[in-house]
């Protein structure tokens, strides 16, 4: 990254057995038209929901710098058991003020999280 542009990566996290995907501008300035594609589909939500489709991945037209957007993608459990994409690939486009555009592709193993331990809290 160097510094006053901006920088948008795609990332997953994991929580107490919940799986996210996190949209961030890790930049120093605001990112415009921000788009991601994935190679696969991910359908989470205990498969009920196209989450690599929604309009958050189509586009974003505006992300501050340090801005993070993040959205539940499956318990990992579920995730895991219905064969879901294990090694996921993430295209993320978007622009400067200016106008220039950046690429970044950023490839995921999700298999770092499959034998993860945790503990279910009573809701």
Same mark, same amino acid.
């Given at each position: ?58 586009? +974003? ?5 340090? $801005? ?8 990992? =459990? ?10 996921? +690939? ?7 003020? =200016?106008? $220039? ?5 950023? $490839? ?16």
């Amino acid at each position: 990254m160097i510094q006053g542009q901006p920088d948008v990566v795609v990332d997953f996290t994991f929580s107490r057995g919940l799986l996210h995907i996190d949209l961030t501008n890790i930049g120093d300035s605001p990112a415009l038209d921000v788009a991601v594609a994935f190679d696969q589909e991910l359908w989470g939500v205990g498969g009920k929901r196209l989450v690599s489709g929604i309009s958050l991945f189509r586009h +974003t037209a505006f992300m501050l710098p340090q $801005k993070s957007i993040s959205t539940f993608l499956d318990s990992s =459990a579920s995730y895991f058991r219905r064969g879901q994409p294990l090694e996921v +690939t993430a295209t993320v486009t978007f622009s400067d003020r =200016a106008g $220039k555009a950046y690429r970044n592709v950023i $490839k995921h193993d999700l298999r770092i999280y499959r034998d993860i331990g945790y503990i279910r809290r009573p809701t």
